[in-house]
């Protein structure tokens, strides 16, 4: 397996849409079993593979908390196919956004549909942190991070910390 870059805030790659993964083959499988290393190693809960430069529909995510055995689902081809009406507040940050934090409303419930690692079509549904992983993740696909949902001032000043990191070399 390989460690890969992950993209941060505001590389203009990551606004870019995805496209779809014809076939769930070894190169896809390689991509997904990469991603998750390190996405381990980052550390983080969730990655997509825009933010490591792939604009390919792929995400990798384990919802399982520290003291839990490891949960990795890798998804190709994930759609929303349903979501409550229901909204949920939840405090979410991203790896390609570092050190920032902020909350987000989304629908508490989802249902997507995609394509596994041996290219079967699946569906989960998920709510609580899981539902919230696979939104935050999926909207990556589409180029939209989560600071997209926030207000323009806290956008901005997050993204300005974000370009002084850069410019300062500071570590994110």
Known sequence: MALLPILTAPDPRLTKKALPVETVDVSIRKLMDDMLETMYLAPGIGLAAPQVGVLKRVIVLDPAREDEAPRPLR????????????????????????????????????????????????EIDADGLLAVILQHEIDHLDGILFVDYLSSLKRNMMLRKLRKMKRTGAEA
């Open 75 to 122: 998804l190709a081809n994930p759609e929303i196919i349903w979501s409550s009406e229901d909204t949920k507040p939840y405090e979410e940050g991203c790896l390609s956004v570092p050190e920032q934090y902020d909350t987000v409303v989304r629908p508490d419930r989802v249902r997507v549909r995609y394509l596994d690692p041996d290219n079967e079509i699946r």
